[in-house]
């Protein structure tokens, strides 16, 4: 439902940080943005952000993971973009479904409040009724902070992006100069012989100002810190003083971005301007667990099979995130070697034999299933650590029914709707649902675990809560016969499968809920540490390249004819 309407009081003081990108999509605005929010939040201050997503969809929750990366789960349930994870993960806070602005959003409310009468018989536009809804969103997601980040998505220029850089026009007349910064991102590229070329800058700009705004701060993105004469010529022509354009240069890690963002000063720059420079911690107080974290010595590598279908990282980032976190904790780094489940062999079987861990992510669709089911397998068959995700948490499910309990045919619903023992099925309450948006199990749930088990070690608890996106589930009817053979349901939610673990396993975990979504730098997720610590273990011991591997269609039970229909959400 829309946000009820929120009174702003301007008294209260919040800042506002505006960040705009220009000339390409991708240039990493998002962890610019998110970095400095990281600096601001060491020097003391209360700081969260908006993501603003022009598309028309309502949220990010039906889209193709190819066409916008992963869908991130927030705890009340919201999916939205990606660039929210990375916020929650930098700022160290849990945000709501208000930090997430969609034109869908927008137009729903106004649509909805036309059709009440509440305009009172008034021409409904994009200015004011468009523009005064999005002013109040992006307010009442600051309430109770001290500095609002709110991010632009898209480009300059871009027609759908054109009511929100009218409504933050209108919004830097509404407020006072000291409360508001603008910021832009830019690519400064190279030319064939070496020289950063500003023109593409020059010219961002220049749609910027056409449209009523004028940066105080642009941000050069390059291979590279932008040499002097650049920052000056960008000055002299995009009519900012040349301390505020600032350098974003490649890095090795995205985690070290607040460390260049500080070296390059950004952070006192945007304080200053905002008139938060006296009231920040002194810097020999602020706090320095990030860069002690980001910088801390690895002491070797492990690497870790991510058996998927969608061969894009972004459409697996906080998985990526949570393995790095992992890593962080205990002080090695992790290689992630992607195996497309789909082409479950040659180099990608090969890479998936030379891991020390196999992880299985969530997804949907029927494509590339039997190939996760034959990892796990091979997982089981061969002590290698496991972690299975959402589904794969199902279909290791699957596996053991197919492969140990003997059921022959067992599949999900999802997948093969006339499977013959459907160990995984559609939610009860999912029967009648019409609309496919927003209404899967969503968002944070707690799971009780049982007391003695491998979870209950990993959580050092008897629950957890984690956040949770699926449709599907362990049907009831079969989990007597499913606990066997060192199989078991070590956490549960009434009468919902939340965690399973095999007893005669080295590492072999899956969970339906998603753990990488509240995974941190700072606070690596539990059942990635559990894991990692597996993977550590078994590391040293070479695997052996003759081992079992299962053959095409060996202990798959079904026929694989359905390998390309792809299932709705």
Partial sequence: MPTEQTDYDPSKGRKFIFVTGGVMSGLGKGITAASTGRLLANAGFDVTAVKIDPYLNVDAGTMNPYQHGEVYVLKDGGEVDLDLGNYERFLGVDMTSDHNVTTGKVYEQVIEKERAGDYLGKTVQIIPHVTDDIKRRVRAAAEGTDVCIVEVGGTVGDIEGMPYLEALRQFAHEEDEEDILFAHVTLVPYSKNGEQKTKPTQHSVKELRSIGLQ????????????????????????????????????????????????????????????????????PAERDSRWRELVTREREGTVSVALVGKYALEDAYMSIHEALKHAGIHRRVDVETLWVDADEMHDRHAERLRAADGIVVPGGFGSRGSEGKVRAIRYARENGVPFLGLCLGFQLAVVEHARNV?????????????????????????????????????????????????????????????????????????????????????????????????????????????????????????????????????????????????????????????????????
């Fill in 405 to 569: 309990v003997d059921l022959a045919g067992a599949h999900s619903t999802e997948l093969d709707p006339e499977t013959p023992h459907p160990v995984i099925d559609l939610l009860p309450e999912q029967y009648d649902m019409d609309d496919l948006g927003g209404t899967m199990r969503l968002g944070a749930h707690e799971t009780a675990i049982e007391p003695g088990s491998l979870a209950a070690g990993i959580y050092g608890a008897d629950s957890c809560v984690e956040r949770h996106r699926h449709r599907y589930e362990v049907n009831p009817e079969y989990i007597d016969r499913l606990e066997t053979d060192g199989f078991r349901f070590s956490g549960r939610a009434d009468n919902r499968m939340e965690i399973l673990e095999r007893e005669d396993h080295p590492f072999f975990l899956g969970t339906q809920f998603h753990p990488e979504f509240r995974s941190r730098p700072d606070r690596a997720s539990p059942p990635f540490v559990g894991f990692l610590d597996a993977v550590m273990a078994g590391s040293e011991v070479a695997r052996d390249p003759d081992a079992d591997w299962p053959r095409e269609g060996e202990g798959e039970g079904t026929p694989d004819d359905h390998g390309d229909r792809e299932v709705t959400i």
């Fill in 215 to 282: 940066p105080d701060v642009l941000v050069g993105r390059c291979e590279d810190r932008l040499d002097e004469e650049t920052r000056e010529k960008i000055a002299l022509f995009c009519d900012v003083p040349t301390d505020a354009v600032f350098s974003n240069p490649d890095v090795e890690d995205i985690y070290h971005v607040p460390l260049m963002v500080e070296e390059e000063g950004l952070d006192e720059y945007v304080m200053e301007q905002l008139g938060l420079a006296g009231e920040a911690l002194p």
